[in-house]
C-alpha cells in the first residue's frame, strides 16, 4: 500500500512539476517534494523497487561473496537552514572506506536539476577519507527544499542516499 501511494506521489510531482506555471503551483510542488522526501526517508531501510512484470517476482539485491568496500559518512543529511532565493549553497559529505576492498563510485545523481554532485572518480582505498561535494541552487525553488544524492558503489546495497534540507525564503516579488 504504501508503495502503491509513493508511487502515486512520484507521479502527482512529476505532473505538477511539468504544469507548473505560477506561484501557487510553485508552492504546492515544494509541498509535494517535502512529502515525497519524508516518504523516501522512511523507506531508505527498503531495498528500492525494481522493475516487475505480472508473472515474475521481485528479486532482492544479493550480496557479492569476497571483500567489500564500505561508505562511513560523518552525516548523511545537511539541512542548510534559511537560505534566500537565488541563493548557490554547497554542502562537503564527508567519509571512510571501512570496508575490505577499494571503493568505487559509479555515479552520483541529484533528485533534480538544481542538485548537483561532484564525487571521486577514483578508487578510495581502504581506511582513504575523500568527500562527496554538493551543490544546491535554490533559484525559483522558494519553500521547504528536501534534495537526494543518489550514490551506485561496489557497495553492499550498491546504492547510498545523501539528503539536503533548506527552508528557502521567496524573493520579493517586482512590481508590474
Avoid at 507521479?11 to 517535502?34: Q, T, W
Avoid at 575490505?100 to 563510485?105: E, K, R, Y
Avoid at 555515479?107 to 533534480?112: L, V
Avoid at 541552487?137 to 545523501?162: E, R
Amino acid at each position: 500500500m504504501k508503495n502503491i501511494s509513493f508511487k502515486l506521489l512520484s507521479i502527482a510531482v512529476f505532473a505538477l512539476l511539468i504544469s507548473a506555471c505560477n506561484s501557487a503551483d510553485k508552492d504546492r510542488i515544494a509541498r509535494l517534494e517535502g512529502k515525497l522526501a519524508e516518504l523516501e526517508s522512511k523507506n531508505a531501510s527498503k531495498p528500492a523497487p525494481t522493475s516487475v512484470s505480472s508473472t515474475t517476482p521481485a528479486e532482492p539485491e544479493v550480496k557479492p561473496e569476497g571483500p567489500l568496500p564500505s561508505f562511513s559518512f560523518n552525516k548523511e543529511i545537511h539541512d542548510f537552514g534559511k537560505i534566500k532565493e537565488g541563493d548557490v549553497v554547497e554542502y562537503e559529505f564527508s567519509f571512510t572506506n571501512t570496508g575490505d576492498a577499494p571503493l568505487i563510485i559509479a555515479s552520483a545523481q541529484g533528485s533534480c536539476g538544481c542538485t548537483v554532485p561532484d564525487w571521486p572518480h577514483e578508487p578510495i582505498g581502504i581506511g582513504e577519507k575523500a568527500s562527496i561535494k554538493v551543490k544546491f541552487d535554490s533559484k525559483k525553488k522558494a519553500g521547504i527544499q528536501n534534495k537526494t544524492v543518489t550514490l551506485t558503489a561496489n557497495t553492499f546495497p550498491k546504492q547510498t542516499k545523501l539528503q539536503i534540507k533548506a527552508n528557502v525564503e521567496a524573493a520579493p516579488k517586482e512590481p508590474s
